[in-house]
C-alpha cells in the first residue's frame, strides 16, 4: 500500500552512463514533483508535472529529462552522468496546488556516480 | 533562491525535554509547511500553517507563524527517542515549495 514508490533505492554508475529512476504514485494526485537532496540536506525542486504536462523546469542540465507516461508515474532520465549527480533524489506527488497543500515524498534514490 | 532558513543547524537534547525549530523566510506566503525526514528516508508532512493562523497544535506538536516578523517555530513536546530526524520548513514560491536546510534534531533516551 506504498503511497509514493521509488526504484531503485540505490544506483551506482560510472561517469558517462546513462540511468533511469522511476516513480509511481497510487494515491490519484494529479501532480508529480523530482527533487535533488545534496549531501548538505539541502533540498531543491527540479520539476514538476500536473497531468502529464510539464509546469515547472528549474534550471537543470538537459542531461536529466523527466517523462510522464501517465498521472501515476514521473520518471527521471540522465544522459552521461556526471560526478556532481551524486545525491538521492526524491519523487512527491500532491493534489493541483501542491504549494497549497501537502506533499508526499518517496523514499529516494541514492546515486552515486564514480 | 533559499526561501527558509532554520536555526539551529543542530540540536541535541534528553528525552523528556521540549525542542524548538525556527525558520525565517523572505517573501509573502499563503502557508508554511513543516516536514520531518528520519535517515535514508524521505520527508513526512506534518503540519501546514496559513498565513491566516498564528498557532496550531497537532499532538504534541505547536506551530506558530509570525508573518510580520517572516518567521516560524515548531515546538515538540516530551521528546521522544524515536523524534530524532531531520526537520525543514517549507514555504511556497512562484508555484513550488522552498524547502531551508533543515534542523537535525537528536534525541537521546
Known amino acids: 500500500d506504498t503511497a509514493v514508490s521509488q526504484t531503485p533505492k540505490y544506483l551506482v554508475t560510472q561517469m558517462g552512463n546513462d540511468k533511469s529512476i522511476k516513480c509511481e504514485q497510487n494515491?490519484?494526485?494529479?501532480?508529480m514533483y523530482w527533487y535533488k537532496q545534496d549531501s548538505k540536506k539541502f533540498l531543491k525542486i527540479m520539476f514538476s508535472?500536473?497531468?502529464?504536462?510539464?509546469?515547472i523546469n528549474e534550471t537543470v542540465p538537459n542531461r536529466f529529462s523527466p517523462k510522464s507516461p501517465d498521472k501515476a508515474h514521473l520518471n527521471l532520465h540522465i544522459n552521461s552522468l556526471e560526478l556532481g549527480d551524486s545525491a538521492v533524489y526524491f519523487c512527491?506527488?500532491?493534489?493541483?496546488?501542491?504549494?497549497?497543500?501537502?506533499?508526499?515524498f518517496g523514499p529516494g534514490t541514492r546515486l552515486t556516480v564514480l | 533562491s533559499q526561501q527558509g532558513e532554520e536555526d539551529p543547524q543542530a540540536l541535541s537534547i534528553q528525552e523528556g525535554e521540549n525542542a524548538t525549530m525556527n525558520c525565517s523566510y523572505k517573501t509573502s506566503i499563503n502557508n508554511l509547511q513543516w516536514y520531518r525526514q528520519n535517515s535514508g528516508r524521505g520527508l513526512v508532512h506534518l503540519i501546514l500553517i496559513r498565513s491566516n493562523e498564528r498557532e496550531k497544535h497537532s499532538g504534541r506538536l505547536r506551530v506558530t507563524l509570525d508573518t510580520s516578523k517572516k518567521s516560524s517555530s515548531l515546538l515538540i513536546t516530551a521528546s521522544r527517542a524515536a523524534d530524532t530526524a531531520s526537520y525543514f520548513c517549507?514555504?511556497?514560491?512562484?508555484?513550488?515549495?522552498?524547502f531551508g536546510q533543515g534542523t537535525t534534531l537528536q534525541v537521546k533516551p
Open positions: 494515491l490519484g494526485h494529479d501532480t
Open positions: 508535472y500536473n497531468n502529464k504536462e510539464l509546469i
Open positions: 517549507a514555504t511556497p514560491e512562484s508555484g513550488k515549495l522552498i
Open positions: 512527491a506527488s500532491s493534489h493541483l496546488g501542491g504549494t497549497l497543500n501537502e506533499q508526499f
